[in-house]
């Protein structure tokens, strides 16, 4: 299983960004895509989580009502659309496939830098 995250950068509060993770090699009967922040200094936080086969989304308080994740099957490709940006939103974003099988993120992305600025 490979996964290439994409699509960091810097961007003024307020604005927008869209993250993209593209998967390879997936071969699990069912399982989960998410998103995974960590801050300089701090742990690795959880953003949102997509079920691959049903489109059932989880999000992070912090992030409900900017962030929007989907995906497209076709592409194998998540997405997390960030709009509202804050200051605090600033982290590096990790992608990850948690397959129903383990119930755990067993597979990660290399990470995309976001920085938002003020």
């Known amino acids: 299983v490979q996964l290439q995250a994409s699509g960091g950068g810097l961007v003024q509060a307020g604005g927008s960004l869209r993250l993209s993770c593209a998967a390879s090699?997936?071969?699990?009967?069912?399982?989960?895509m998410g998103w995974f922040r960590q801050a300089p200094g701090k742990e690795r936080e959880f953003v949102a989580q997509?079920?691959?086969?049903?489109?059932?989304?989880v999000y992070a308080d912090s992030v409900k009502g900017r962030f929007t994740i989907s995906r497209d099957n076709a592409k194998n490709t998540m997405y997390l659309q960030m709009n509202g940006l804050k200051l605090e939103d600033t982290a590096v974003y990790y992608c990850?496939?948690?397959?129903?099988?383990?119930?755990?993120?067993?597979?990660w992305g290399q990470g995309t830098l976001v920085t938002v600025s003020s």
């Open positions: 990850g496939i948690k397959p129903v099988s383990t119930g755990r993120y067993d597979y």
């Open positions: 997509i079920m691959w086969y049903g489109g059932e989304t």
């Open positions: 090699g997936v071969v699990f009967v069912g399982y989960i």
